[in-house]
Structures are given as C-alpha cells and as structure tokens.
C-alpha cells in the first residue's frame, strides 16, 4: 500500500491542508502518514527574540529553555493526533511520525524512505523567501522520486 504523506511545519496548519491530504489518501486507498518535525531552530528564534524584548535578561534559565522545549513537543504531538483522529473520521488508516531534527533534513528523510504517492504541505507564501527558499527542496525530491506535491 502506497501512502501519502501529510507535512506539517511549526506554525497551526490549516485545517485545508489536513482535508486535502485525508481526500488525496482516501481517493486512492492510501494510508496517510502524519509527519510533524520539531525542528530546534524555531525554538532558538523563539528564546532570541524573547531575548531581544528584554523579558528574561540576557540568559534565560534551564527551565524556560525546557518548558520550552516540551511546549512545542506537546504541541506538534497535538497537531499530528488531530489530523490522525480527522483521518480515522473519514476511514482512512492513518498515523502520526513526530520527528526532532531539522525540518528540510526530516522530511527529505521521511520522503526518501516512504517514496510517497503523494505530499501534501502548506502552500508556499510567494514573496516571502525564507519560506519559500524552505520548500525548494521539495521540488527537487519531487523530480528526483516523482510524487504528486500538493500544496494548499
């Protein structure tokens, strides 16, 4: 059985992108993989600006830098079980893979080693180049391994 592979990136997807990919599954009798990255770098942005505004001083403690960490953990676990759970809704087999590394490393990983039907990830911003600089690879993937990209 093929599957097709749900993206999720560091910011609330779009509860589009999560019905795309559960329709794109169930139209051709796939199973959905729900790929959540904990990527590190979000994180480290996070504890910079929180720097930047002056909130916590110039060295935040251990337990900030934890909770931190844990908060987005509990939180892209979230989000991967609730695209599972909207999957389950509509009869198609799915489940979540929550990975920590970096997003590029994790998916091309992920892609690499399912060879999916299809990817499904929200659509890039145009004009705003760090994100779509970020999902530049996936169009070499996609040529390389040759699945369907469906952004939304």
């Known amino acids: 059985?093929?599957?097709?592979?749900?993206?999720?990136?560091?910011?609330?997807?779009?509860?589009?992108?999560?019905?795309?990919?559960?329709?794109?599954?169930?139209s051709g009798g796939n199973e959905l993989v729900v790929l959540?990255?904990?990527?590190?770098?979000?994180?480290?942005?996070?504890?910079?600006?929180?720097?930047?505004?002056?909130?916590?001083g110039a060295r935040p403690s251990d337990d900030f830098l934890s909770s931190l960490h844990k908060r987005h953990e509990d939180l892209a676990v979230a989000q991967a079980e609730e695209a599972v759970a909207e999957a389950a809704r509509c009869g198609v087999s799915a489940h979540a893979d929550v990975r920590r590394g970096g997003f590029r490393e994790k998916v091309t990983e992920v892609v690499t080693?399912?060879?999916?039907?299809?990817?499904?990830?929200?659509?890039?911003?145009?004009?705003?180049?760090?994100?779509?600089?970020?999902?530049?690879?996936?169009?070499?993937?996609?040529?390389?391994?040759?699945?369907?990209?469906?952004?939304?």
């Open 113 to 152: 080693t399912l060879k999916p039907a299809a990817v499904v990830i929200t659509k890039r911003k145009r004009g705003w180049l760090p994100f779509a600089y970020e999902h530049a690879f996936l169009d070499k993937l996609r040529k390389d391994l040759g699945f369907e990209l469906i952004e939304r």
């Open 36 to 56: 959540s990255p904990l990527d590190p770098g979000r994180q480290t942005k996070i504890v910079g600006k929180v720097i930047d505004s002056g909130t916590l």
């Open 1 to 26: 059985m093929q599957t097709v592979l749900l993206v999720l990136g560091n910011n609330r997807t779009e509860k589009r992108v999560v019905e795309a990919a559960v329709e794109r599954a169930k």
